[in-house]
């Protein structure tokens, strides 16, 4: 004797779902052109990742400041960092370095 069938729903293979960087305190130094444009030095803030960190700061600084962001190189706790998602370590120190003129 055989069973009744009963139909069986098949899902389709989902695609992974991205997750953002979890945010962190993080101490920006900002030095010359950035420094003029931040109105300030040093400050600290949360940030999951530097993309987040560059939005937000241009976000409350103004446009001044985002403009100099899109020339700038960062440093993350020394080291150059060039992939603006990649997660920010926590506690970490990020310099903001537009370029210089002069040599």
Known sequence: MSRPSVPVSVSPPTEPVATA???SVVTVNYFA???AAAGTS????QAGT???LIADAGER???AL???LGVCSFLVD???LSDHDAALPPGSSVDVLPPFAGG
């Not at 040093?42 to 803030?45: A, D, F, I, L, N």
């Open 50 to 52: 530097l993309a987040e």
């Open 33 to 35: 052109a950035a420094r």
């Open 78 to 80: 020394g080291v150059r």
């Open 61 to 63: 600084h103004g446009p």
């Open 42 to 45: 040093k400050e600290s803030v």
């Open 66 to 68: 985002a403009k100099v």
């Open 21 to 23: 960087a979890p945010s």
